[in-house]
Structure formats: C-alpha cells, structure tokens
C-alpha cells in the first residue's frame, strides 16, 4: 500500500521538528575545524558575525566586541602543524569597522608568515562592508600572503610598519589626497606630530625587550568618511597597563587622577607593610583602564622623569579641536574614551593584546 505525498510531508515536518527540539540547546561555533580534505590537510572555516566591531565593549546587550575578538583569538591559536589553511566566510556581514579589521588583519599577517594560509571564499553581500574589506587590502593580503601600501592610489590599505616606516608618506598621502595639496604647513606639522608621536610609542614602549626596530611591528589605516579623516594604529607590544606601572612618575600622576584610589591602595598596602614607593608593582590594585587614562596625563614637572611619548598631547590636541573628535584606546584589558572633552575609562570584556589607538580629525580644505 503506497503512502500519499501529504503523508510524506507530514512525516519529513515532524521528523524536522524534532531534530530542531533536540538541538536547541547546542551553540553553534562558527569558527570548528572542519574535517581533513581529500589531501588529508586540515582546514578550518570562520564564519563572520552579522556585526564586525569592538567599538560596543562598553554595550553589555551587544555581543559584536565578543564576536569579533573570539574571532580574533581563533585566528590567533592556528598552528600551521594542524591548521595549514582557513576559509573566511563574510556572507553573514553586514556592519564592518575599520578598527576591527585593523586587529584582524594583524593577526592574520602574524599567521601567515607561522605558514597558515587563507582564502576569503564569500564577501558581504552589503556593498560598504565589502568595500572595506577591499579598501583595507585584507583579500590581497590572503591571496598573496604579503602586501606593500601603494601611496599613489585614491585610498591606502592597512600599512604595516616597522620602527619609523612610512611616517613622511602617510602625512604626503594626506596632503595630496585628502587635502588636495591645500593643508597649510602648520596643519601639516601638526599632523606629522601626531603622527610620529603615535609611531614613536609603538618604539619606545610597546616592545620594551626588543632591540631591533625590525621586530617593533605596527598597522596603520587612514579613512576618509565625509569631512572627517580617521586614524587608527595598532601594535601587538606589552600594552600601556604593562609600562606605564613602571614609570617614575605612575605614582604621582595616580594621586592626581585618582586620589581615592590612591589613598585607598596607600592604606591597604602600609596594613601590608609595603611602602608607598612600591606600590606600582602590586597588581590588581589599578584597572588597565585607569592605567591607560594615567597615561595619557599631561607631561609631569619637577624631578620627575619626562613622559615622552605617552602624553599623546598631539593627538588629544586634534581630537579636542574637533566637534565630533573621539579618541579611542584599546590595551589589554582597558578602554580609554575621549569625546567632547569627557574621558570614559571601561573595562574590556575579553583582553585585546596589545595596543590599539584611533582618533578622527575634521579636514578643513579651506583653511586658507
């Protein structure tokens, strides 16, 4: 006796319906390794959330920071002798940020000189975020494993630095495509500054137990959106929680940031027999946020040591010049926010290794 088609339907509906009951507490892991391929080379596929940025890890209803860095992570672990090759799935992506392809295009250049290969073998099906995946140079730099920043073209992709690399050329890049030859010589020098300053703290202090400027590796991205011209660089150094406990001036610079906490540390660590003096090395004490926002205090006076490089005083310059300025500083485990004047210090929800730093500019063509 032959079974009707409606029967079938009925039977195939239900049997779905209880393959989707027994699965509905199973999390779905976007980033598993997928089985070995006919060459019997593992390969693994990593599939893009809807929303690529870090700029929510202050939003506790928004999971897109978490996404992204546990992406990032992924990409990190893969080791060349189990993991020779990896698909990048973006299909899924609608919302892509610049700062967020900057951290993940570091951590695939870092894999790929290990010897993991990748292929981006679906883009957003949005035009913009595929244009920034284009304009950032990532699909080259997956295809070719190596890519050098082309100054002559419209736009730059990420540049990736060493010591002083590229200093003049970025600020060259600026005058003549962004201004179109018309930014003044006092803009110039400012931006060459912050520039530089942001340079020099990638060789100063992210990499303190590096000698050689060729292992003092940086990324930089430059975009234009409107009338404002953002700026991002990135480094995988110590971070600046890290340095700046060493510093001779953390201390003084704390009580006037913090005094509260300052008395507060200053009372738990005399009950501990610690002096006031040592205090920078007991952790635990300073969130990494706070530490960054220490950091980035104006330079000390008096028989304190200088704080070259860390004041960033050119960037928060320009930031503080611009209406809708924002200065963002991603360390370790700390963000530092900037915006109209009001500093925001929060608490990362995953650890970024590294440094990140991104302001944005307001390009004024007719300066003149």
């Known amino acids: 006796m032959s079974v009707s088609k409606e ?27 997928r089985k070995k391929g006919p060459k019997k080379k593992d390969f693994e596929y990593i599939r893009f959330p809807t929303s690529f940025s870090i700029y ?4 506790e209803k928004d999971s897109s920071y978490l996404e992204t860095m ?24 609608k919302n892509i940020k610049i700062a967020s392809i900057l951290v993940l295009y570091a951590a695939i250049e870092i894999a790929i000189t290990r010897g993991v290969r990748f292929k981006i073998i679906s883009f957003p099906h949005e035009y913009k975020a595929t244009k920034v995946i284009k304009r950032s140079g990532l699909d080259k730099l997956c295809r070719d494993g190596i890519l ?22 970025i600020v060259d890049f600026i005058q003549n495509k962004i201004y179109k030859n018309k930014m003044s010589a006092h803009t110039e020098s400012i931006y060459g500054g912050a520039i530089q300053e942001a340079i020099n703290n990638v060789s100063y202090h992210a990499y303190p137990t590096i000698q050689e400027n060729n ?40 009580q006037q940031t913090y005094p509260q906490i300052y008395d507060k540390i200053q009372s738990e660590l005399e ?9 920078r090395y007991k952790y635990g004490k300073v969130t990494d946020a706070m530490k960054i926002a220490i950091s980035m205090v104006g ?24 209406d809708i300025g924002t200065l963002w500083i991603y360390s ?19 650890r970024i290794p590294g440094t990140l730093i991104q302001w944005n500019i307001k390009v004024d063509q007719d300066e003149h």
């Open 332 to 350: 370790n485990d700390g963000l530092y926010k900037l915006k109209s004047g009001s500093v925001e210090t929060i608490d990362l929800p995953k």
């Open 148 to 169: 050098t920043p082309d100054f002559n073209s419209e736009f730059i992709p990420v540049i990736s630095g060493v010591g002083g690399d590229y200093r003049d050329e």
């Open 70 to 93: 546990n992406i990032v992570s992924a990409i990190t672990r893969c080791n060349p002798n189990i993991t020779q090759k990896v698909n990048l799935d973006f299909s899924q992506t």
């Open 56 to 59: 929510s890890a202050d939003n």
């Open 271 to 279: 009950k501990e027999g610690v002096s006031i003096s040592e205090f």
């Open 215 to 254: 292992d003092k590796k940086w990324w930089a991205k430059c975009d234009l959106a409107g009338d404002q011209l953002f700026l991002a660089i990135y480094d995988l150094g110590v971070g600046i929680p890290e340095t700046v406990m060493k510093r001779t001036w953390y201390g003084n610079i704390l």
């Open 299 to 322: 330079d000390v006076t008096g028989t304190d040591s200088s704080k070259h490089g860390q004041g960033s005083k050119s960037i928060k310059g320009l930031v503080t010049d611009n």
């Open 7 to 33: 029967k079938i339907k009925s039977l195939i509906a239900q049997k779905r319906w209880k393959n989707e009951i027994s699965r509905k507490t199973i999390e779905y892991n976007p980033y598993r390794p």
